[in-house]
């Protein structure tokens, strides 16, 4: 007997198509199915761009504050700006170096003084004693320069009235020369005041004839000094000068005829 020989099956080909499915549903079908992923070309993320945006514009703005006023011409020689002038004014130092002694004065006594002698230097009744057409304001620097330098204790009688309850501190370790000088040719010169100014220089000599003196003084000690200004001041040749001017040298003396 003669067998027809069977076709061998195909083995590792696709699928036939005529006999198993219809075309256009298997299409269909591979329509239907995600492509895959090709690396490198994968979108970036919303906040990846986000922090690149952030990082492009913060970095803009720092290089545009502390760049130094960088320009395109900033490295040739030729084509750059001229260099900004200095303003006159300067700086701080010139500026109070400009201010008159009577009005770094009232700064000093804004900061120090204001408290207990007030804006008005009419002090507080009972307590502190005015500056305002004090006897010891008005009167020689000496004297007032030993209470600013060494502070005062005890009653104390001024214009009249009993001053008791306060004391006076001593300003020598805490003020220097200069600023002793000019807060003392302010209350002089203010509030109707008329004495005359005080210099550094002044201050300095009674601050080394006074260094032997560890206490403050009393007024039995302040009413024994001299009513009378200290050595070397810008009055001692004449009269003292009006609050805001210049002091006037002396005259030579005339010869004797």
């Known amino acids: 007997m003669n067998e027809e020989p069977k076709s061998p099956a195909r083995i590792g080909q696709g699928m036939d198509y005529g006999e198993q499915a219809d075309v256009q549903q298997v299409?269909?079908?591979?329509?239907?199915e995600k492509r895959e992923p090709r690396v490198g070309a994968e979108p970036l993320s919303i906040w990846l761009v986000a922090i690149y945006g952030l990082a492009v514009?913060?970095?803009g703005a720092y290089l545009g504050r502390y760049s130094g006023n960088f320009t395109s011409g900033g490295l040739d020689p030729m084509g750059a700006p001229p260099p900004a002038k200095k303003a006159a004014g300067g700086g701080p130092a010139e500026q109070a170096a400009e201010l008159s002694p009577r009005d770094r004065g009232k700064k000093?006594?804004?900061?120090?003084?204001?408290?207990?002698?007030q804006a008005t230097g009419?002090?507080?009744p009972g307590q502190y004693p005015p500056l305002a057409g004090s006897?010891?304001?008005?009167?020689?620097?000496?004297?007032?320069?030993?209470?600013v330098l060494k502070g005062l204790?005890?009653?104390?009688?001024?214009?009249?009235?009993?001053?008791?309850s306060a004391v006076m501190q001593p300003w020598d370790k805490t003020l220097t020369d200069q600023k002793i000088a000019d807060v003392m040719t302010y209350e002089r010169s203010d509030w109707g005041n008329g004495a005359s100014p005080v210099t550094a220089e002044q201050i300095a000599a009674l601050r080394k004839e006074l260094a032997s003196?560890?206490?403050?003084f009393t007024e039995h000690d302040i009413l024994a000094a001299p009513d009378a200004d200290l050595p070397g001041g810008a009055a001692a040749g004449g009269a003292a000068p009006k609050p805001g001017?210049?002091?006037k040298p002396a005259e030579p003396p005339k010869p004797q005829g």
């Open 135 to 147: 006897e010891f304001t008005n009167g020689g620097s000496r004297r007032m320069g030993m209470i």
């Open 153 to 164: 204790q005890g009653p104390v009688k001024v214009k009249g009235q009993q001053y008791g």
């Open 57 to 59: 514009f913060f970095g």
């Open 27 to 32: 299409h269909a079908a591979v329509q239907r």
């Open 122 to 124: 009419q002090g507080v």
């Open 108 to 117: 000093i006594f804004a900061a120090n003084c204001q408290t207990c002698h």
């Open 245 to 247: 001017e210049a002091a």
């Open 213 to 216: 003196h560890p206490e403050s």
